[in-house]
T-cell receptor
Framework: GEDVEQSLFLSVREGDSSVINCTYTDSSSTYLYWYKQEPGAGLQLLTYIFSNMDMKQDQRLTVLLNKKDKHLSLRIADTQTGDSAIYFCAEAGGGGADGLTFGKGTHLIIQP | GAVVSQHPSRVICKSGTSVKIECRSLDFQATTMFWYRQFPKQSLMLMAT?????????EQGVEKDKFLINHASLTLSTLTVTSAHPEDSSFYIC?????????????FGPGTRLTVT
């Protein structure tokens, strides 16, 4: 079945860049997503990338997609304390299924 | 952006009782709603997809008689956990999409924390 993997924790210093990595198995994925979940809050869509792109930049966020290796990354430049949250990688398949398949989430910890 | 609400945000119930969770789209018509379940330090697992006016489609391994889903209107879907047991304790999250939208145009509710004692 479909599977999305990401490491559980990432610790970075404030002001540094954070890079969160994700691998997926479904080669028919059409869209890949990064969501942010803060404590007690719902999921917030940060950014997404269509499978025929290899990079997308949006202000401090850069998404890189290596479709051959089925590897997705999210780079957050100049990481701030407000970036502390759980980041979920997710994919939507190309077979008509509407629900998203999520990774377990990476808890981003910001050190002062 | 579109807003999806859930009620209640937290609920504690006794083992053997049933509990209903509501998911509402506040400013758009949700032709499709999704119910996810999230365990601590785990990913969100899709439980079922519901389209307004029709029966829900459940993912493999999800008991449809235990998790009753009703999507009777374009702004409301409910998930009823019947005969709840402690292992049903989890964080339940819904999301909603309008007609003709892409998968990322799916808006998530804040979640409901269910604790079964």
């Amino acid at each position: 079945g479909e599977d999305v993997e990401q490491s559980l924790f990432l610790s970075v210093r404030e002001g540094d860049s954070s890079v969160i990595n994700c691998t997926y198995t479904d080669s028919s994925s059409t869209y890949l997503y990064w969501y942010k979940q803060e404590p007690g809050a719902g999921l917030q869509l940060l950014t997404y990338i269509f499978s025929n792109m290899d990079m997308k930049q949006d202000q401090r966020l850069t998404v890189l997609l290596n479709k051959k290796d089925k590897h997705l990354s999210l780079r957050i430049a100049d990481t701030q304390t407000g970036d502390s949250a759980i980041y979920f990688c997710a994919e939507a398949g190309g077979g008509g299924a509407d629900g998203l398949t999520f990774g377990k989430g990476t808890h981003l910890i910001i050190q002062p | 952006g579109a807003v999806v609400s859930q009620h209640p945000s937290r609920v504690i119930c006794k083992s053997g009782t049933s509990v209903k969770i509501e998911c509402r789209s506040l400013d758009f018509q949700a032709t499709t709603m999704f119910w996810y379940r999230q365990f601590p330090k785990q990913s969100l697992m899709l439980m079922a997809t519901s389209n307004e006016g029709s029966k829900a489609t459940y993912e493999q391994g999800v008991e449809k008689d235990k998790f009753l889903i009703n999507h009777a209107s374009l702004t409301l879907s409910t998930l009823t956990v019947t005969s709840a047991h402690p292992e049903d304790s989890s964080f339940y999250i819904c999301s909603a999409r309008g007609a003709g939208t892409k998968p990322h145009e799916q808006y998530f509710g804040p979640g409901t924390r269910l604790t079964v004692t």
